[in-house]
């Protein structure tokens, strides 16, 4: 069992608890988590052959989450990498800030000694849209700033700045993002079948108005893989993984998703093979506090009070403790109203799945408590099992066929599941699913155990899940 980096993850969780949150907004980041690091790391370097370690770059390294993460996952998937990157040189990291930059420095350090090494990591104090290096690299890895300077945002460039980066990143040009210029930039210093990871807006990938941005990407990078992410911490609209390779793309613009599900036939074939779940499967029994959250909701355990759960203490696979709950004794008082089912029916729901979002995440309803209308109660259906439910909700597939399904709309648009979008949703039958039912319950029970903290573990259910719905 390879060395942990336990104690580097607590150096770098400490110092993002002891940032302001004003120091953080103004450098426009957000700090990645340890099981979105490893998913990035996972999804992005696997396809590189285990000789020699790739020259590795965060262009917007903050206090080196990614880093790290690649580096906890080379230790046990690639550890003839770990010389390469701790003592030659080959992992890179650029910083604007140069507190940030000599912390992440010192996190990196604290895992090359977990490891057994003395690490030599090449952090540099730089802004990368304005840097003129012009090394190339075999893979980056990046969450850059989603800032964007629109009318909208209420965020503000100087002219001859905002004319700067236009003149200089086409997307940039077409529409003015941070991000956008992350990603050309980093197209720019990939090397010829190079591989890049990055966490951005998921609008980039399907939105009209980032048609430019597909645009001036197409002579650098191809996109392979786009995942769903919808908890990125630090941001409040839907996220996205995607995995680009260096090499020319599609120079026309048109939704990358859209293209890549019209050639595999996602949907279509989804939707002719398998049907939905009964009726009476998925139901809002959450409870609305109307106007009396007030006197219901307190954050002790007061006598007679019982706990409740809402969207934040559930994360795909996994539970959280409830942190509220709801009173036992409340005066009755004339004009105040609540909404709120009997226990007997929050005890009957299996699974709870978030309402905010760009895809479902769920995790099971255990132990039972009251939950607000921010969740969705699933009661099971008969002949199906509530882990293989479990892990076809959470599945990549799942989230492909809700943006499929439900493109438009208001509530779409605003990333809000409702029961009836659900309901209408194709999930295979046991039958259906062939030898895969029992792959992925076993799946499902093992990321339940770490609540969903495997990125290998993900995709291995990922591709079980699209055996499944595909007959294979």
Not at 435 to 441: F, L, T
Request: glycine share 10%; proline share 8%.
């Amino acid at each position: 069992m390879p060395p942990s980096l336990a104690p580097a993850w607590k150096e770098h969780d400490e110092l993002v608890r002891r940032l302001p949150p004003k120091i953080i907004a103004t450098l426009g980041g957000a700090f990645t988590p340890r099981a979105l690091a490893l998913r990035l790391a996972h999804e992005t370097l696997r396809k590189f052959p285990k000789g020699d370690a790739p020259v590795l770059l965060d262009p917007s390294a903050g206090l080196g989450s990614l880093l790290l993460g690649a580096i906890e996952w080379a230790s046990v998937e690639r550890p003839t990498w770990l010389q390469g990157w701790l003592g030659h040189g080959r992992l890179h990291g650029w910083e604007v800030s140069r507190e940030f930059a000599d912390a992440c420095k010192r996190i990196l350090i604290t895992a090359g000694k977990c490891l057994g090494g003395n690490a030599k990591p090449k952090v540099i104090t730089t802004d990368a849209l304005l840097n003129e290096e012009r090394e190339m690299f075999d893979a980056i890895l990046m969450f850059p700033p989603w800032t964007e300077y629109t009318p909208q945002s209420g965020n503000a460039l100087p002219p001859d700045r905002r004319a700067w980066f236009a003149r200089k990143f086409g997307s940039f040009a077409s529409f003015p993002a941070l991000d956008g210029a992350f990603t050309e930039l980093a197209g720019r210093l990939l090397k010829r079948g190079g591989r890049m990871g990055a966490l951005l807006p998921y609008k980039v990938a399907d939105r009209p108005e980032y048609a430019g941005f597909r645009r001036a990407l197409a002579n650098l990078l191809v996109p392979e893989q786009i995942l769903s992410q919808p908890d990125v911490p630090g941001v409040d609209e839907p996220g996205a993984l995607i995995v680009f390779s260096a090499g020319k793309g599609d120079i026309s613009g048109e939704p990358w998703r859209a293209r890549a599900d019209e050639a595999e036939q996602v949907y279509a074939s989804s939707i002719m093979r398998h049907a939905a779940l009964p009726a009476g499967t998925f139901q809002d029994v959450g409870v609305n506090f109307g106007n009396s959250a007030h006197l219901l909701i307190t954050d002790r355990d007061e006598p007679g009070a019982q706990p409740m759960r809402d969207a934040n203490d559930v994360i795909p696979f996994g539970i959280r403790k409830p942190q509220q709950y709801i009173r036992g004794k409340v005066p009755r008082i004339t004009g105040f109203y609540a909404k709120m089912a009997s226990p007997a029916v929050f005890k009957r729901v299996k699974i709870v799945l978030r309402r905010d979002g760009g895809r479902p995440s769920a995790a099971k309803h255990a132990p039972p408590a009251f939950f607000r209308d921010d969740l969705i109660g699933c009661f099971g259906a008969q002949g199906f099992d509530d882990d293989y439910l479990l892990g076809i909700f959470n599945s990549e597939y799942f989230a492909r066929l809700y943006r499929d399904s439900f493109r438009e709309g208001r509530l779409r648009a605003e990333g809000r599941i409702t029961v009836e979008q659900l309901s209408a949703l194709p999930v295979p039958s046991p039958r259906a699913a062939g030898k895969m039912y029992e792959a992925i319950i076993q799946l499902s029970k093992e990321l339940q155990k770490v609540a969903g903290r495997n990125p290998k573990l993900i995709a291995t259910l990922d591709e079980a899940v699209k055996k499944a719905y595909r007959g294979k």
